[in-house]
């Protein structure tokens, strides 16, 4: 029966089943916002991993080509490291308008990242830096006169070893060989922190003296008075190791043997050598080794410049040398560097 006022409406729907209607729409509309911004989630997650490991990968060969020019290519640019700086200082021995306070030059292959050992030649009289360092025709100061250059710069680099070669002007065109400011106390130190600042951009920022793993004092003729000023004092004492006399010794053999042997028998030995032509360094070099052989049993040796082999090792050595007096350093320097011991360049600088 049908009853009166009833509407069909179609079969009913079972048990449990809710019907859909406005609301079941926007969670269907919610359900795909969500999925949608999941996947726009993971899209930009994927993006973003994908340029971690691009930059990952940049560094990484960056890093690589970094390595190859610190391990390959700077050691290729330091082998051919060679260089001379001349210049002025605030503490020079003496001060002349025009010429350098001093010269420092370093040789071919020299490498600044190994100890530093320093050569200091002192010239005598009537002395300039610049004829002293340079070949050829050679002005002290600019405009002025020429003089023969005497080579020393090259003679240093025939040693083959890793030094810097310092040449400070001392008394310029006189016959004075004093020390100058030299003969103040400390004031060597002030002079070769000076120069140690200087060379920064070849050495590197921060040297000091204590950066110096050897001193060696190499004094021709007169010059024998600024190496005895520098030992009494220069506050550099420790780091002498070297004292080289090139037909130097006029005066001065006990404070130079007593200087040699207060080295004997320590962790930090000292070598004097002497080379003497004619003349008064011939008498006083023999009355040194005299002396010397009294004192330093076994650890003296005489004989001729040419076989300086034999004074390696040894405390004294008084050497005869050829060629004059004036020729002395050029002939004999690179030899005595080598037979000091003092560290090799790397294979292949030209010896």
């Keep these: 029966a049908v009853c009166v ?19 079941s729409s926007v969670v269907r509309g919610a359900r795909l916002g969500a999925s949608a911004l999941a996947a726009v ?7 973003l991993r994908a340029a971690v490991f691009f930059l990952a990968a940049v560094f990484f060969l960056a890093a690589v080509f970094l390595l190859a020019a610190v391990f390959v290519l700077a050691p290729a640019v330091r082998a051919e490291a060679q260089w ?26 020299f490498d600044a990242a190994r100890p530093l050992h320093l050569v200091v030649f002192l010239h005598g009289y009537s002395g300039c830096a610049s004829v002293v360092a340079g070949e050829g025709e050679v ?17 240093h680099d025939a040693a083959g070893t890793n030094t810097l070669l310092v040449i400070p002007q001392l008394a310029l065109w006189t016959r004075d060989g004093g020390p100058g400011a030299f003969s103040r106390p400390g004031h060597v130190r002030r002079f070769l922190e000076d120069v140690l ?10 040297r000091t003296i204590e950066d110096v793993a050897a001193l060696s004092l190499v004094a021709h003729s007169a010059g024998f008075e600024t190496a005895a000023a520098v ?22 053999g006990p404070s130079f043997l007593a200087w040699a042997a207060a080295g004997d028998g320590t962790t930090a030995p000292r070598t004097l050598l002497s080379f003497y032509t004619t003349g008064r360094p011939a008498e006083q070099s023999r009355a040194l080794a005299q002396s010397a052989a009294r004192r330093l049993r076994g650890q003296v040796r005489e004989g001729e410049a040419d076989g300086l082999e034999s004074t390696v090792g040894v405390t004294v050595g ?9 020729r002395v350093p050029m002939r004999y320097l ?6 000091l011991g003092l560290p090799e360049r790397s294979a292949g600088a030209p010896r």
């Design 41 to 47: 989630f993971l899209f930009a997650a994927g993006v």
């Design 318 to 326: 008084v050497l005869h040398a050829r060629g004059g007096h004036g």
């Design 139 to 155: 002005a002290c100061v600019p405009g002025g006169a020429t003089h023969s250059g005497w080579g020393l710069l090259a003679a």
């Design 231 to 252: 030992l009494r004092a220069g506050d550099v004492e420790p780091f002498v190791r070297h004292v080289v006399l090139f037909d130097a010794l006029y005066a001065g």
């Design 84 to 109: 001379t700086r001349r210049f002025d200082v605030a503490h020079p021995a003496f001060h002349h308008d025009g010429a350098p306070d001093v010269i420092v030059h370093a040789p071919p292959r």
């Design 197 to 206: 600042r200087a060379l920064a951009p070849e050495l590197g920022p921060g």
């Design 334 to 339: 690179a030899p005595t560097l080598r037979a």
């Design 5 to 23: 006022g009833a509407t069909t409406t179609g079969p009913a729907a079972p048990w449990g089943e809710r019907r859909r209607g406005p609301a």
